[in-house]
Every structure is written in C-alpha cells, then in structure tokens.
DNA sequence: TTAGGGTTAG
C-alpha cells in the first residue's frame, strides 16, 4: 500500500477512479481505518464526488469495523449525492446497518426498496443479517419467501440458510436444502460444502458430514476447520488431531478458528501438556495471536483437570485484560471440582463484569448447594432476583410427524400428560434399580425432596418420554433444549439410551450430546 | 475501482 500510494501522490491528474483504486486497495488489505480516512479526504478536499464504488466500498470498511457512527455519515453523503436510489448503495447500507447490530434500520431500507429494485444480495443481506443478529428461523422464513419470489438462491443464500438450519438443528430443512443444492450445481462452492458439514454436525449427523467432506475435493482451510470442529462436536478427538496433521500435511493453514477446535479437543480429552504445546504453536510457528477464546480453552484445560490454581495464574499473567468469558471457564471449573473459596471470588468479578447474565449467579448457587450450604444458595438466587437478573425458562422440541412439541419444566398441558408422566416414574424405578444416586445427595447426606422431584420432570425429559410413546422403535429421538443441559438430565438420557436401545440425541445450548449404549459423545464433559 | 456468503466454545 506504501508503493500504491507514492505512485498515487505523485499523479500529475488524479480522477474518480484513481481515488477509488486507492480506497478499495486499502480495504482489500484490510487497512479499513486508512481506507475511511481516505474517503474522508475525497469527500473533504476532492473536487471529484463520491460515486457508488467508494460509498459502498467505505460502507463495507464500516461494516468490517462495527463503526455505526461512521456508516451513519457516509449514509448521509450517500443522500447528499442522490446515490441513495442505487441499488448496489442500497445493499452496501443495509449491510453496513446490520454488521453495526443496527438490524432495524436494514428491514426498514429493505421495506422501503420493494419487491422491484430488490436483487439476490439484497435478500442475501437481509438473511444473513437475521443470522448475524441470531433471528435464525426470521432468517430462513426470507430464504422460502425469496424463493416464492421466484428468485435463484446462490452460494451466498445457502451458506445463510444452512448456517441457521444448523443453529436450529433443523436437520429436515437442511437435507431438504442439501437435495437443492445438488440440483443446481452448487456442490463445487466450498463456501456452500463448509456450511453444509456444519449444518449436519449440529444436528447430530457426523456421518453425512463426512461424506460431504470426502466427496469435496477443493479443501480450503474454512472446510477444513468445519470437519475439525464436527470431530470436536462429537467428541472424537483422535480424529480432530489426525485431520489437523492431514491438514498441515496438505499444506493448508490453520488460522484463528481452527485453533478453537483442535484447543477444545485438548480440554475435553485432559490433554494438558499437548494443549499447551499447540497454545504456544500458535504464535511461534503459525503466526497467530491468540485471542480470548484460545485463552478460554486454556483455562478450561487447566480448570477440568482440577489444576485451578495455574488456572488462576495463567489468566492473571494474559498480556490482554482477561475476557468475561475467560473468568466463566474458571467458574464452571470451580463448579465442577467443589471449589467454593475461589468460585465466591470469581462470581464476585463475574458479577461486576457481566451483571445481567443469569449463569453466573446459577453456577455459584450450584456450587453452594453441591457444598451442602443451601441457605446461601437460595441467598444468591434472591439475589439474582433483587439485580432484576431472571433465569430464562427452559423448553425443550421434539419434532413428531412434521409437527414441533414444545415442553416446559413440569408441564402438564400436553393431552397425553398421564402417559408421559407414567413412562417417567418407571424410568425413575429402573435406574434407581442400577444403584443410580442422585446428585442432590449431598456429601453431608442431605437429600432435598422438592429438588429430585423437580429435576424428574425437566423438559428434554418430558420430551423423551413423548418421543418414546410417538416415535418408531429403532427411530432416534432428537431433542433440543433453549439452555444448558442438567448434570441429573445427563445422567438420566445415558441410562435411557440403555434401557430403551434408543439413539437420543439432544441439542442444547452450547453443543449437542449423542447418547448411545448408555454413554454420551460428549464424554460427560460439557 | 464497487455490495452479500462458510469454519468457534462456554
């Protein structure tokens, strides 16, 4: 860029496309702030306006960088110039507003555009924008729309669409979609093929992932990183590490979020030393700074090996101001392991960093009432009350004939309550007969009868007994629950998995969990 | 000389 702008400096007769060149030459080098300040120069002292290549370029630099404030006064150079009725513009600022979590002001300008001057990119922004701002079924209701509009999905709309079908496990619409794709000659876009591994493995199914992974031929790293991440998911780390060697040995390079994955791998399989070996690697050998998620995984690495003190250490000597989520790996360590004098002063730091999240303050009254102190675990939810922090409810899906069953905790609405209720008790009967204790027997002998009572009846566990009394005999029962799920929950679907002969498959939160022959894929680290 | 898309865990 050094070069490109002595030659520009030195131009007897600079013109439109010439400032252009140097505002999209900045940007393709990602010098976004340089390029946004070049622009200003045009704007400022050029006697040659802005036309819609710098406005939607500079706006692009704008959505790269969150910089709402700035979008905000190129829009108004954008109607200052009358360049607003473009529609190349048009989508630059839709985009611009959705990248700066700004979605509002996109459905406004798409409202606004009409069915006439709407293009592929225009719907493209808007479906990718419900994803970014996690409107995931908004974002594949605009996809079917865009299709009744008659309008050819490209890469860009099914990697979207795929990439919400997997946040929603909707595994139905994405083989529906998958079938679309092959039809119309998309296999070959690993942009299309990344998502597609993605969408399978989050909904439960490893084994199409691989086979979309197998028959891609063109493996760039994103694709890479998608199978590595599947592997991750499925608790198959033998597999993360050897398509992380097969990777390199390709000579394909890893980079920021393929590191996540292979870190994650270490964490959950204990591997302490070979975590910290590829956490150095990164700089070292890679090039790569790590960030907060690397860091993350580091703490969780030390935390679930019950090494909480390095853990502790590790973050307070970070050249970076630790993120929240780096002191929320520490926490859910302290949970796990029972360490109620460390966890007391990270819930205190997690409290101040990040008032409004309800998990904070459940993982500390978890770790009082796992240290028998129920007093202090009702003083903390009440407290939890008194910030005005509420505990979102949790549901749990089942999809039965085309038809999605939602369950609260407790419920009793669903006509066939008795009989689900009914499968539960015998449930209940038969693990207790395998000499399964619950985990509300605290050490010091304290049983809470309320408590097991209410763990019994949790959603997913509701909707298993629903799949159980509904589904096929060898069909699998795939649930996904809005929230974490529970320790007793966990507990409970292994055995079932057992007792019934059942594939369950369950997508909460954060990651899903296959249970089979009475153990998870997630091997009971979560 | 221009706009949109894939891969992250807790």
Request: proline letters at 2%; a negative charge; charged letters at 25%.
């Given at each position: 860029?050094?070069?490109?702008?002595?030659?520009?400096?030195?131009?007897?007769?600079?013109?439109?496309?010439?400032?252009?060149?140097?505002?999209?030459?900045?940007?393709?080098?990602?010098?976004?702030?340089?390029?946004?300040?070049?622009?200003?120069?045009?704007?400022?002292?050029?006697?040659?306006?802005?036309?819609?290549?710098?406005?939607?370029?500079?706006?692009?630099?704008?959505?790269?960088?969150?910089a709402?404030?700035?979008?905000?006064?190129?829009?108004?150079v954008?109607?200052?110039?009358?360049?607003?009725?473009?529609?190349?513009?048009?989508?630059?600022?839709?985009?611009?507003?959705?990248k700066?979590r700004?979605?509002d002001?996109?459905?406004?300008?798409?409202?606004?555009?009409?069915?006439?001057?709407?293009?592929?990119?225009?719907?493209?922004?808007?479906?990718?924008?419900?994803?970014?701002?996690?409107?995931?079924?908004d974002?594949?209701?605009?996809?079917?729309?865009?299709?009744?509009?008659?309008?050819?999905?490209?890469?860009?709309?099914?990697?979207?669409?795929?990439?919400?079908?997997?946040?929603?496990?909707?595994?139905?619409?994405?083989?529906?979609?998958?079938?679309?794709?092959?039809?119309?000659?998309?296999?070959?876009?690993?942009?299309?093929?990344?998502?597609?591994?993605?969408?399978?493995?989050?909904?439960?199914?490893?084994?199409?992932?691989?086979?979309?992974?197998?028959?891609?031929?063109?493996?760039?790293?994103?694709?890479?990183?998608?199978?590595?991440?599947?592997?991750q998911?499925?608790?198959?780390?033998?597999?993360?590490?050897?398509?992380?060697?097969?990777?390199?040995?390709?000579?394909?390079?890893?980079?920021?979020?393929?590191?996540?994955?292979?870190?994650?791998?270490?964490?959950?399989?204990g591997?302490?030393?070979?975590?910290?070996?590829?956490?150095?690697?990164?700089t070292?050998?890679?090039?790569?700074?790590?960030?907060?998620?690397?860091?993350?995984?580091?703490?969780?690495?030390?935390?679930?090996?019950?090494?909480?003190?390095?853990?502790?250490?590790?973050?307070?000597?970070?050249?970076?101001?630790?993120?929240?989520?780096?002191?929320?790996?520490?926490?859910?360590?302290?949970?796990?392991?029972?360490?109620?004098?460390?966890?007391?002063?990270?819930?205190?730091?997690?409290?101040?960093?990040?008032p409004?999240?309800?998990?904070?303050?459940?993982?500390?009254?978890?770790?009082?009432?796992?240290?028998?102190?129920?007093?202090?675990?009702?003083?903390?939810?009440?407290?939890?009350?008194?910030?005005?922090?509420?505990?979102?409810?949790?549901?749990?899906?089942?999809?039965?004939?085309?038809?999605?069953?939602?369950?609260?905790?407790?419920?009793?609405?669903?006509?066939?309550?008795?009989?689900?209720?009914?499968?539960?008790?015998?449930?209940?009967?038969?693990?207790?007969?395998?000499?399964?204790?619950?985990?509300?027997?605290?050490?010091?002998?304290?049983?809470?009868?309320?408590?097991?009572?209410?763990?019994?009846?949790?959603?997913?566990?509701?909707?298993?007994?629903?799949?159980?009394?509904?589904?096929?005999?060898?069909?699998?029962?795939?649930?996904?629950?809005?929230?974490?799920?529970?320790?007793?929950?966990?507990?409970?679907?292994?055995?079932?998995?057992?007792?019934?002969?059942?594939?369950?498959?369950?997508?909460?939160i954060?990651?899903?969990?296959?249970?089979?022959?009475?153990?998870?894929?997630?091997?009971?680290?979560?």
């Amino acid at each position: 860029m050094v070069s490109a702008r002595k030659v520009f400096d030195e131009m007897p007769e600079r013109n439109r496309v010439s400032w252009n060149a140097m505002i999209v030459g900045f940007l393709r080098n990602e010098f976004y702030e340089q390029g946004v300040e070049f622009f200003r120069e045009v704007v400022r002292e050029s006697s040659v306006s802005p036309d819609q290549v710098s406005v939607s370029s500079v706006l692009s630099a704008c959505a790269n960088m969150g910089a709402v404030e700035f979008g905000r006064e190129v829009h108004g150079v954008v109607v200052k110039h009358g360049l607003e009725t473009l529609a190349y513009v048009k989508n630059s600022l839709m985009d611009m507003y959705s990248k700066c979590r700004c979605f509002d002001h996109t459905i406004k300008l798409f409202r606004i555009m009409g069915d006439k001057d709407r293009d592929i990119v225009s719907w493209n922004v808007v479906t990718s924008g419900c994803v970014t701002n996690h409107n995931f079924e908004d974002a594949c209701n605009y996809f079917w729309v865009m299709r009744k509009e008659g309008i050819r999905p490209d890469e860009a709309s099914y990697s979207s669409v795929l990439s919400a079908s997997a946040s929603l496990a909707a595994l139905d619409q994405g083989t529906l979609i998958h079938d679309q794709i092959i039809k119309s000659g998309f296999m070959r876009s690993s942009c299309v093929t990344s998502s597609l591994i993605t969408m399978y493995s989050k909904c439960g199914n490893l084994i199409d992932a691989c086979c979309v992974f197998e028959e891609n031929e063109d493996r760039n790293v994103v694709c890479w990183t998608a199978m590595i991440a599947a592997y991750q998911q499925h608790g198959c780390v033998n597999q993360v590490f050897e398509s992380f060697r097969e990777m390199l040995g390709e000579g394909v390079k890893p980079n920021y979020i393929t590191f996540v994955s292979v870190l994650s791998a270490c964490s959950h399989a204990g591997l302490v030393e070979e975590g910290f070996e590829l956490f150095n690697s990164m700089t070292k050998t890679h090039g790569i700074i790590p960030g907060h998620e690397h860091s993350a995984c580091i703490v969780d690495l030390l935390g679930r090996a019950g090494r909480l003190d390095e853990a502790r250490r590790f973050i307070e000597s970070m050249p970076i101001i630790p993120h929240s989520s780096i002191w929320g790996a520490l926490l859910g360590a302290c949970r796990n392991h029972n360490n109620l004098e460390m966890g007391r002063e990270v819930a205190e730091k997690l409290f101040y960093l990040e008032p409004n999240n309800p998990g904070n303050y459940v993982l500390l009254s978890n770790i009082y009432t796992n240290n028998g102190r129920l007093k202090e675990a009702d003083e903390v939810r009440r407290l939890m009350g008194l910030n005005g922090v509420r505990k979102e409810p949790g549901c749990s899906w089942i999809d039965v004939k085309n038809k999605s069953i939602v369950f609260t905790a407790q419920d009793k609405s669903h006509s066939r309550t008795d009989e689900i209720y009914e499968i539960l008790r015998k449930l209940e009967e038969l693990i207790e007969s395998e000499g399964y204790v619950s985990e509300t027997q605290f050490p010091n002998g304290i049983v809470e009868a309320s408590r097991e009572n209410s763990l019994w009846y949790h959603s997913e566990k509701l909707a298993l007994a629903f799949g159980i009394l509904t589904l096929p005999v060898k069909a699998p029962i795939r649930i996904k629950k809005n929230l974490r799920t529970c320790q007793h929950c966990h507990t409970v679907l292994k055995f079932a998995s057992c007792i019934f002969g059942r594939e369950i498959v369950v997508r909460d939160i954060n990651r899903f969990h296959r249970f089979t022959n009475g153990s998870c894929s997630c091997g009971d680290y979560w």
